[in-house]
């Protein structure tokens, strides 16, 4: 169904389309939801802890543990990948997808492209003074761009009776005239009062197969120039001003335009997320670093706990736990200890 490109009246100022043009917005959410591990420490044992055996300061420590305190927690970085993967970059992708795709070329309307269109130019009002120049910039207008433009005039009084609008009437005029969607059909409207003042009123109505073309932004730009130069009667009669206006967009309608709020729209959301992508993945990298006294613990299950001191380097080690000092790296001397069913010494002979 066709829908108005804009129009105005003497008075009223113009208005702009109230077209059913679509309007792609994108919308996205997500977050990368921290992933809280149960990871604890603490120096006393709580369930499902281990103690772990660690040295600082060259002394044996014990930290108890639900993981392995020498290596790192990943967790978060892993979490932060599969957000990436899942949620981040597909909506980053579709952003700059949107920013590509803000750009459009329109395409020449086909419609009419084995078939000669008919100009229709209809001056009931008998107030146009060049027609021929009329046509001349119609039919440029559709060279360029596809679309056959139609202009009318009539009273105020072959509509004002049923019509409770002029845009009412045109769409009625154009369904009724052009089925094939592919018109763009301005009337204009007037009536001279007794006093010579000219109550006049204008329309424009655009068939659905236009829309590629004849945009909003388009449309509400033509109908805005338009409407100055019908305003400067001294200047242009109404079909110079029809004419004159044609001629000024014709070279621009095929133009490459940039969907200014779409393409800053995906901008904006791709550094929004791009930089919580950055931020998240710099904080998992950063975080969970393992202590360096932590990163040669060993989980041990001591019952009993024997401590000696290193002959070379006087460091304090655990007895049974290893063949070298952990403070000099010194070979260190055998025991003799008893061990429990468990592996635990209890005895050191
Ligand atoms: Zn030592």
Redo the contacts with the bound molecule.
């Keep these: 169904m066709p829908h108005s490109s804009g129009g105005g009246s003497h008075s009223g100022g113009s208005h702009s389309s109230s077209g059913s043009h679509s309007s792609h917005s994108s919308s996205g959410g997500g977050s990368s939801g921290g992933y809280h591990s149960n990871r604890r420490t603490s120096d006393k044992p709580f369930p499902g802890s281990k103690m772990y055996l660690y040295y600082q300061d060259r002394k044996p420590r014990f930290i108890y543990s639900n993981y392995d305190v020498s290596k790192r927690d990943v967790s978060n970085l892993i979490a932060g990948l599969i957000a990436f993967f899942i949620i981040l970059l597909p909506i980053m992708i579709m952003c700059l997808i949107g920013m590509i795709f803000s750009f459009e070329k329109p395409e020449k309307i086909s419609y009419y492209k084995n078939k000669k269109p008919d100009f229709v130019i209809e001056d009931n009002l008998d107030i146009f003074e060049n027609e021929k120049n009329l046509k001349r910039s119609m039919k440029a207008f559709y060279e360029e761009t596809g679309i056959v433009p139609a202009v009318i005039t009539v009273k105020n009084e072959d509509w004002n009776k049923e019509y409770s609008s002029l845009e009412k009437y045109a769409y009625d005029e154009y369904v009724a005239r052009f089925p094939d969607e592919a018109h763009w059909l301005i009337v204009y409207s007037e009536e001279i009062k007794d006093n010579g003042f000219n109550d006049w009123y204008w329309e424009g109505m655009q068939g659905d197969r236009t829309d590629p073309v004849l945009t909003a932004s388009r449309a509400n730009k033509f109908t805005e120039s338009l409407h100055k130069r019908l305003l400067q009667r001294e200047k242009y009669s109404v079909d110079e001003a029809i004419a004159a206006t044609f001629d000024e967009y014709t070279p621009q309608m095929m133009n490459i335009i940039m969907d200014k709020a779409q393409f800053f729209t995906c901008l904006f959301l791709f550094l929004v997320f791009g930089g919580s992508t950055y931020y998240s993945f710099a904080v998992a990298y950063k975080s969970p670093k393992v202590p360096e006294q932590l990163k040669h613990a060993k989980a041990v299950n001591l019952t009993a706990v024997y401590q000696e001191a290193?002959s070379?380097?006087g460091?304090i080690y655990i007895v049974g736990m290893h063949r070298e000092?952990p403070?000099?790296g010194?070979a260190l001397p055998e025991h003799h200890y008893t061990k429990d069913a468990n592996g635990n010494i209890i005895q050191i002979m």
Excluded: K, R, T
């Design positions: 290193c070379y380097c460091g000092c403070h000099c010194a």
